[in-house]
């Protein structure tokens, strides 16, 4: 049953909207620290200087990613806009992630041939 509240409630207004973009952006925020852990750590010293220009094109694509994670949680946080504004740019953002999430996976297995 639809309550008359419901009627009256402004699309993309929910709470339960902006806590779920926020903690997945946030769970988003601590993947993107695990990958840069990795590409930190001694198994990932690039042994050429094509590897090391991929590492390092993967640690500010990483960067990059964190930080405009980072203002989209303040953002949604300060209630600047309605959270449906949102949703195309966390997608966007999960879309990002996988694509360097693959990458880092590449360069470990490139790592692996030498």
Do not use: W
């Amino acid at each position: 049953m639809k309550s008359l509240k419901d009627d009256y409630r402004t699309p993309g207004q929910d709470p339960l909207e902006k806590n779920t973009l926020v903690l997945k952006l946030e769970r988003s925020q601590q993947d993107v620290g695990q990958l840069r852990n990795k590409l930190n750590s001694y198994i990932c010293e690039p042994k050429t200087y094509s590897l090391f220009e991929r590492m390092e094109a993967l640690k500010n694509g990483l960067d990059t990613l964190s930080n405009t994670n980072k203002e989209i949680i303040l953002s949604i946080r300060q209630r600047k806009k309605h959270t449906v504004d949102f949703v195309d740019r966390v997608r966007q953002q999960f879309i990002a992630f996988n694509e360097l999430q693959r990458g880092v996976e590449e360069y470990m297995q490139g790592l692996r041939s030498y």
